[in-house]
Nanobody, 124 residues
Framework: QVQLVESGGGLAQPGGSLRLSCAASGFTFTERVMAWFRQAPGKDREFVVAMGRYSTQYAEGVRGRFIASRVNANNTIFLQMNSLNPEDTANYYC???????????????????WGQGTQVAVSS
C-alpha cells in the first residue's frame, strides 16, 4: 500500500523559513519522480518542485528560495522553504509519479499518488 505522509507545516512570518518532510512507503522509491505541489484556498493545485533521479525542476516563483532534496536511503523528501512570503500560504502536497519525461513533471495529472497535505501559513 502506497503511503505518502507530509509533516513540518505551520505558521511562519514573512521572510522566515519552514522545512517540510514527506515519508514514502509501499513502492520502490528510487524509481519514482517525487514532487511537491501546493494549493491555496480558491486556487488550482500548483507545481512547486519535482525531483527525478538526476535532475530537479523548480517553479519559477520558488526558484532561489526553496530547496528540495531526497534521501533515497530513508524514502524521504524534503522542502526547505526560505524567504517565505504570504503568497506561499497553501496546503503543500507530496506526490509520486512514474513519469519519464521531464516535460510532464509540472502537471499534477502525471502523479499517481498523493499525501494528505500539510498546511503552511505565512503571516505577520
Amino acid at each position: 500500500q502506497v503511503q505518502l505522509v507530509e509533516s513540518g507545516g505551520g505558521l511562519a512570518q514573512p521572510g522566515g523559513s519552514l522545512r517540510l518532510s514527506c515519508a514514502a512507503s509501499g513502492f520502490t522509491f528510487t524509481e519514482r519522480v517525487m514532487a511537491w505541489f501546493r494549493q491555496a484556498p480558491g486556487k488550482d493545485r500548483e507545481f512547486v518542485v519535482a525531483m527525478g533521479r538526476y535532475s530537479t525542476q523548480y517553479a519559477e516563483g520558488v526558484r532561489g528560495r526553496f530547496i528540495a532534496s531526497r534521501v533515497n536511503a530513508n524514502n524521504t523528501i524534503f522542502l526547505q522553504m526560505n524567504s517565505l512570503n504570504p503568497e506561499d500560504t497553501a496546503n503543500y502536497y507530496c506526490a509520486a509519479s512514474f513519469a519519464v519525461f521531464e516535460t510532464t513533471w509540472t502537471d499534477a495529472r502525471s502523479f499517481q499518488h498523493w499525501g494528505q497535505g500539510t498546511q503552511v501559513a505565512v503571516s505577520s
